[in-house]
């Protein structure tokens, strides 16, 4: 397995889909380097708990249950709220002093939004400093979902996100027929990169050309949320949404899911062009995951002046690295 020697960056990242996770339901998870329980209380909140019992350390994802808005140990029964509280001791006469108000297990603070669930990941436990970006379209009736995909890769959260800037490897990795031009804006925990790439040319009734003769620049914009989320549109007679997400499972794996949608209305032909490029998308990844697997990460590359905005990514992602200056705070759950 390729070593890093990063550390797992801290931010909001993707635990399930919204569908993934019913009324009641419970699901052992392994993200960050922790064993961790997903489970939906009665009134439909999501929580997300480091996974061990403080009792005698039974795992809380393999047969806990939920009553109410709590999980119940499947060895003694203890039960935790998403504050990490115990709630109830059933067979004590009186709470155990050392747990008596104060919580025993770490929770994660949650957003459910763009039907997703994601979790804040801090290594020393600081509260959100940022929230996660809404995009209408994974949850407008007006539109539908198109495809989801999901790969488990070694490689870090950082190397995946530099991909998107790397413009020569789009020659020689992904056989685009120039190198594109990337412009690259950055604002706080936003990131706004512009690829400029020639594309098949589209007459005015929307058609691309497939002859290999024609050909027109076209410029797409991906936006990134800290380290952990991406999302893009392709509008070019057709329109396409994609969300991506990184989650780290450990300092060198990452689980990357991808979920697709398209207006609900869009027409057959539309339609059509929309799944070629959904598909030609998923496509390079393939081409993707055999160098992220191999390669090492550089920590101070010889860069030459045709590489693309690769320094001024990594300055903007090194703000997601602890650097200890702050207080640490006790996480609680937030929806």
Not at 7 to 19: C, K, L, N, Q
Not at 175 to 190: D, R, T, V, Y
Not at 310 to 319: P, S, T, V
Request: hydrophobic share 35%; charged share 25%; aromatic share 12%.
């Amino acid at each position: 397995m390729k070593k890093t020697s990063l550390p797992i960056p801290f931010g909001w990242y993707a635990v399930a889909f919204s569908d993934e996770l019913s009324i009641k339901e419970v699901k052992p998870l392994y993200f960050f380097a922790k064993d961790l329980v997903l489970y939906r209380t009665e009134t439909g909140i999501p929580i997300l708990l480091d996974a061990f019992c403080p009792h005698l350390g039974a795992h809380l994802g393999h047969g806990g249950e939920v009553h109410g808005e709590s999980i119940a140990c499947p060895f003694h029964g203890w039960e935790f709220d998403g504050d990490g509280m115990c709630t109830s001791v059933p067979y004590a006469k009186n709470m155990p002093t050392k747990i008596k108000d104060k919580p025993c297990i770490d929770g994660y603070p949650i957003r459910e939004i763009n039907g997703t669930i994601f979790a804040w990941y801090h290594p020393r436990k600081l509260a959100p400093i940022f929230d996660v970006d809404e995009v209408p379209y994974l949850n407008s009736p007006d539109w539908k979902e198109t495809g989801r995909y999901e790969w488990e890769i070694n490689t870090c959260v950082q190397e995946t996100g530099e991909n998107g800037v790397d413009i020569a490897h789009f020659v020689y990795v992904h056989s685009s027929i120039e190198m594109p031009k990337a412009e690259i804006q950055l604002k706080g925990h936003h990131r706004v990169t512009t690829m400029i790439s020639k594309v098949p040319a589209q007459d005015e009734n929307g058609v691309l050309d497939t002859t290999g003769e024609k050909w027109e620049k076209s410029a797409l914009s991906t936006t990134s949320c800290g380290p952990g989320m991406t999302y893009q549109t392709f509008d070019r007679g057709f329109v396409l949404f994609m969300q991506g997400t990184i989650t780290p499972i450990d300092e060198s794996r990452v689980s990357m899911r991808w979920i697709f949608a398209s207006p609900a209305d869009q027409d057959e032909t539309a339609a059509f062009f929309a799944k070629v490029v959904q598909d030609n998308v998923v496509e390079q990844v393939g081409h993707d995951v055999p160098i992220w697997e191999h390669k090492i990460y550089q920590p101070n590359p010889i860069l030459c002046d045709s590489d693309g905005p690769i320094a001024k990514y990594r300055k903007w992602f090194n703000q997601f690295y602890d650097d200890g200056d702050s207080t640490p705070v006790r996480l609680v759950k937030s929806n």
